[in-house]
């Protein structure tokens, strides 16, 4: 970092190199930095700005900083992964949506059983609500979050009120059938494009919800086929 501060009266002039735009940088991300009184923002100009009414000249790179840069994937081939991403993101948001109503509205004889196995379900469904955003994010995409537009995508549908007898395990494995599918693929990307953390993501979704699978057919007291 090239530096150069001189104070008269109410002026400073500073000269800064950056790799990336910097606004507001924290002091003790770069300590090596020296403040005017009142003067510590920096504009997004490359060529000059007012701070607080003190001129300011900084000159950086023309480069937004990304997390991409230091993820070592490549972009292109990791495209496919955040489109399977984005996807499984609004199945999954109406799933939860789905238990909720399955949690609140079941009755008959095994109420107090499958009212507390679906709060764990819709618990454990926003668990990885969030951590499929939150790998969005990571591969440098903007996860949706309007339930409208999970809506116009979803595979998924609503479902979940007032179910009679099994008919709500028979949604939740209906659910989680179409899930897994959808896990497999995006884990077959993920291993194309390199990217080892989405491929664990995948994984630890597989296993769990497998295990699911099994005791919900165990559960039903027949095989059952789609």
Not at 106 to 135: C, M, P, Q, S, T
């Amino acid at each position: 970092t090239n530096q150069q501060h001189e104070r008269g009266g109410n002026q400073c002039v500073i000269t800064v190199e950056f790799p990336f735009h910097v606004v507001s940088p924290p002091r003790n991300v770069f300590p090596s930095i020296r403040f005017c009184s009142g003067c510590s923002v920096f504009q997004r100009s490359a060529l000059s700005a007012e701070c607080h009414g003190i001129d300011a000249r900084t000159r950086c790179f023309q480069k937004e900083m990304k997390t991409m840069m230091y993820l070592g994937l490549d972009e292109n081939k990791v495209q496919p992964v955040v489109k399977g991403l984005a996807q499984l993101l609004a199945d999954y948001q109406v799933f939860y949506t789905n238990l909720r109503g399955l949690h609140w509205n079941v009755k008959g004889k095994r109420f107090f059983g499958l009212h507390a196995k679906y709060e764990e379900l819709y618990n454990d469904a926003a668990e990885k609500v969030d951590e499929i955003a939150e790998r969005l994010l990571q591969l440098g995409a903007t996860p949706e979050n309007r339930f409208s537009e999970y809506l116009k995508v979803a595979t998924i549908k609503e479902s979940g009120n007032e179910p009679e007898g099994t008919e709500g395990i028979e949604t939740v494995l209906d659910n989680l059938g179409n899930l897994i599918k959808q896990e497999r693929a995006i884990a077959k990307l993920a291993a194309d494009a390199d990217d080892d953390a989405t491929v664990g993501l995948m994984d630890g979704f597989l296993a769990g919800q497998e295990k699911n699978v099994w005791m919900f057919v165990a559960f039903l007291d027949k095989s059952y086929k789609k």
